[in-house]
Nanobody
Framework: EVQLVESGGGLVQAGGSLRLSCTAS????????IGWFRQVPGKEREGVSC????????MNLGSAKGRFTISEDKVKKTVYLQMNSLQPEDTGVYYC???????????????????????WGKGTLVVVSG
């Protein structure tokens, strides 16, 4: 059974940093796409960052560019999202999700994306106070 568990959320002041973790189990950690998404009440869920496991390529969308970094630790089967210079608009529940059938971030993120990731974690709350 595929499982994704997020951790690392919390309350931080504007300008601060957090590192989110997504620990995976139930699938090979060689060929996958794992993405981070943010959900704010009343708004559509939006993609933030994505990591393609087969070649280490990454994608950051929107306001994440230049501030967030996504990376992996294959031994720990964990994908991290390092978030710097956090702002109140970064507040939300952050979910990680995995694409295991189509395993390139291009299928899920960006203007040409037309697929949804198949497996989702339960989320971790990030609150940035102004």
């Amino acid at each position: 059974e595929v499982q994704l568990v997020e951790s690392g959320g919390g309350l931080v002041q504007a300008g601060g940093s957090l590192r989110l973790s997504c620990t995976a189990s139930g699938f090979s950690f060689d060929d996958y796409a794992i993405g981070w998404f943010r959900q704010v009440p009343g708004k559509e869920r939006e993609g933030v960052s994505c990591f393609t496991g087969s070649d280490g390529s990454t994608m950051n969308l929107g306001s994440a560019k230049g501030r967030f970094t996504i990376s992996e630790d294959k031994v720990k089967k964990t994908v991290y999202l390092q978030m710097n210079s956090l702002q109140p608009e970064d507040t939300g529940v952050y979910y990680c999700a995995a694409g295991l059938i189509l395993t390139d971030c291009l299928y899920y993120f960006g203007v040409a994306a037309s697929y949804e990731m198949q497996h989702w974690g339960k989320g971790t709350l990030v609150v940035v106070s102004g």
